[in-house]
C-alpha cells in the first residue's frame, strides 16, 4: 500500500494528502519529521516532506507525488483531459507554490513560530506578494473550484497554501493580504467544509498540539 510520510501539519504533505483521499486511494501515513539527519536523507534526498513509499520505491516532492498518483490511480481523476486544461491547472499549482506560498513562507519563523524576520524581508515579501497575487487573481477561476468546474489538483494546493497566505499577512503586517479578494475566503470555508479537509484539519490541529509539546521540553 502506498505510504504517505511526513506531518500532518505541514502544507505540503496535506496537498498530497487531500488528493488521496478525494479520489478514494487506500494509502499509509507515518509520521516523519523533516530532518537532516542521516537515517531521514536516505528517504527523501533534501530531508523535506512530503515523501511517499510504494513497492520499494520513495518518492519526494509534492507534485511530481501528485502526477505519479494520477497516472497509477486514474480513476476520479482530478487533472482534466484535455492537454490545455491540464496545463493549465499546473500553470495555477505553480503561481500557487511559486508566487505566493514560497514567497509568504518567509514570514512563518515570526508569524507561527515565534521567531523574528527583519523589516527588509517583510517589505520584500510585501511587494513579492502583490505581484503574486494580482497573477494569482488574474488565473484563478472559483467557479467553484480555483481552475474552473470540476475538483482538481490545484484545489488539493490552494485548500492548503491560500489560508497560510491571510494568516500570516494578518500577523506580519495587520491585514490580510486577500481582504480584498473575498472570493477566497468563501472558496476557503467551502474547501474546509470537504471531509477530506474536515479530517486534514482535525489531524493538522493534533500534530501542531504535538509539536507545541515537544517545543516545551526542549
Ligand atoms: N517543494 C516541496 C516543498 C515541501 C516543503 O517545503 N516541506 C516542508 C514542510 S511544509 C519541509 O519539509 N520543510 C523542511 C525544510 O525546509 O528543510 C514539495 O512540494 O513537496
Given at each position: 500500500?502506498?505510504?504517505?510520510?511526513?506531518?500532518?501539519?505541514?502544507?505540503?504533505?496535506?496537498?498530497?494528502?487531500?488528493?488521496?483521499?478525494?479520489k478514494g486511494?487506500?494509502?499509509?501515513?507515518?509520521?516523519?519529521?523533516?530532518?537532516?539527519?542521516?537515517?531521514?536523507l536516505a528517504r527523501t534526498p533534501i530531508g523535506k516532506v512530503p515523501f511517499i513509499e510504494v513497492d520499494g520505491w520513495q518518492l519526494a516532492e509534492s507534485q511530481p507525488i501528485?502526477?505519479?498518483?494520477?497516472?497509477?490511480?486514474?480513476?476520479?481523476?482530478?487533472?482534466?483531459?484535455?492537454?490545455?486544461?491540464?496545463?493549465?491547472?499546473?500553470?495555477?499549482?505553480?503561481f500557487i507554490e511559486l508566487h505566493l506560498e514560497l514567497v509568504v513562507r518567509r514570514l512563518y519563523r515570526e508569524a507561527f513560530f515565534?521567531?523574528?524576520?527583519?523589516?527588509?524581508?517583510?517589505k520584500e515579501v510585501e511587494r513579492d506578494l502583490a505581484k503574486g497575487i494580482r497573477a494569482f487573481r488574474a488565473l484563478a477561476k472559483f467557479a467553484p473550484f480555483v481552475a474552473g468546474a470540476e475538483l482538481t489538483l490545484a484545489d488539493c494546493a490552494a485548500a492548503q497554501?491560500?489560508?497560510?497566505?491571510s494568516m500570516a499577512t494578518?500577523?506580519?503586517?495587520?491585514?490580510?493580504?486577500?481582504?480584498?479578494?473575498?472570493?477566497?475566503?468563501?472558496?476557503?470555508k467551502a474547501m474546509n467544509a470537504r471531509p477530506s479537509m474536515q479530517k486534514i484539519v482535525e489531524d493538522r490541529k493534533a500534530n501542531a498540539k504535538l509539536m507545541a509539546e515537544m517545543a516545551a521540553k526542549k
Amino acid at each position: 500500500m502506498l505510504k504517505l510520510c511526513g506531518f500532518a501539519a505541514s502544507n505540503y504533505y496535506n496537498k498530497v494528502k487531500m488528493q488521496l483521499m478525494e479520489k478514494g486511494v487506500p494509502f499509509a501515513e507515518e509520521l516523519v519529521w523533516a530532518s537532516q539527519k542521516d537515517e531521514v536523507l536516505a528517504r527523501t534526498p533534501i530531508g523535506k516532506v512530503p515523501f511517499i513509499e510504494v513497492d520499494g520505491w520513495q518518492l519526494a516532492e509534492s507534485q511530481p507525488i501528485g502526477e505519479y498518483i494520477e497516472e497509477a490511480y486514474p480513476e476520479k481523476p482530478l487533472l482534466p483531459r484535455d492537454p490545455m486544461a491540464r496545463a493549465k491547472v499546473r500553470e495555477l499549482i505553480e503561481f500557487i507554490e511559486l508566487h505566493l506560498e514560497l514567497v509568504v513562507r518567509r514570514l512563518y519563523r515570526e508569524a507561527f513560530f515565534g521567531g523574528t524576520v527583519s523589516d527588509e524581508t517583510k517589505k520584500e515579501v510585501e511587494r513579492d506578494l502583490a505581484k503574486g497575487i494580482r497573477a494569482f487573481r488574474a488565473l484563478a477561476k472559483f467557479a467553484p473550484f480555483v481552475a474552473g468546474a470540476e475538483l482538481t489538483l490545484a484545489d488539493c494546493a490552494a485548500a492548503q497554501h491560500l489560508p497560510l497566505v491571510s494568516m500570516a499577512t494578518k500577523r506580519i503586517y495587520g491585514r490580510d493580504f486577500f481582504e480584498d479578494f473575498p472570493q477566497v475566503a468563501a472558496y476557503v470555508k467551502a474547501m474546509n467544509a470537504r471531509p477530506s479537509m474536515q479530517k486534514i484539519v482535525e489531524d493538522r490541529k493534533a500534530n501542531a498540539k504535538l509539536m507545541a509539546e515537544m517545543a516545551a521540553k526542549k
